[in-house]
């Protein structure tokens, strides 16, 4: 069976100081691969995904970055953090081309001060 | 562009009482469509799918929904609501192209009170 991870799950980093978030996925191969941010009552924000190692699409002009190192992670970075980067960030893998359904990571905590 | 309207932000109901929450959606083609449940702290599970066929689908945990193509809704139910339902419920839809994005609902938070 497919699993998802990510960590840390809880971060709390200064203003200014960078971030990278790692996901991995398990039991699957050549996954599409997504990053969402989640704001109180403004429900999931897409932020990337990526289609395979190295391809990676961008949904909002922002501070963060992505990349795919290896088939099955997916990282989140930014250089130089904002306060408004704070936010619950989630993971999401779904099966290669159009297989919709999405299957999500448990989510990392990111507080930014 | 596709989107989803989830009307109502927060529903109270009892245990043991049914429940709806309702998911429209706007989009060009036959939708593909999804609820998916959140509890506080936690990613999201998905519920149902609805693809094609059936209108009426069943999912995980006693839930099920059903496809009305013209009324643009799926809405989700559930006969008998129990205390563990209590989490943030989303809707969601399948966009067009080889990447499968999901267009998601501002979610509706469910609480259930005995």
């Known amino acids: 069976s497919q699993t998802i991870h990510q960590w840390p799950a809880t971060l709390v980093q200064p203003v200014g100081s960078p971030l990278s978030l790692e996901c991995t996925v398990e039991?699957?191969?050549?996954?599409?691969l997504y990053w969402y941010r989640q704001a109180a009552g403004r429900g999931l924000q897409l932020l990337f995904y990526?289609?395979?190692?190295?391809?990676i699409s961008s949904e909002v002009p922002q501070n963060l970055s992505a990349s795919r190192p290896q088939d099955r992670q997916f990282i989140l970075s930014s250089k130089k953090l904002l306060l408004s980067d704070s936010g619950f960030y989630l993971c999401?893998?779904?099966?290669?081309?159009?297989?919709?359904?999405?299957?999500f990571g448990p989510g990392t905590r990111l507080t930014v001060t | 562009a596709q989107s989803v309207t989830q009307p109502d932000i927060h529903i109270t109901v009892s245990e043991g009482a049914s429940l709806e929450l309702r998911c429209n959606y706007s989009?060009?083609?036959?939708?593909?469509l999804f609820w998916y449940v959140q509890s506080p702290g936690q990613g999201l599970q998905l519920l149902l799918k609805?693809?094609?066929?059936?209108?009426l689908v069943q999912g995980i945990k006693g839930f099920e929904a059903e496809f009305k193509r013209s009324q643009s809704s799926f809405n989700l139910r559930k006969p008998s609501v129990h205390w563990s339902d209590a989490a943030e419920y989303f809707c969601a839809v399948g966009e067009g192209g080889t990447a499968s994005k999901l267009t998601f609902g501002t979610g509706t938070r469910l609480q259930v009170t005995l």
């Open positions: 609805y693809f094609s066929g059936d209108t």
């Open positions: 989009y060009g083609a036959t939708p593909y």
């Open positions: 039991g699957t191969s050549n996954p599409n």
């Open positions: 999401a893998w779904s099966g290669p081309g159009r297989s919709y359904e999405q299957y």
């Open positions: 990526s289609v395979g190692i190295g391809q």
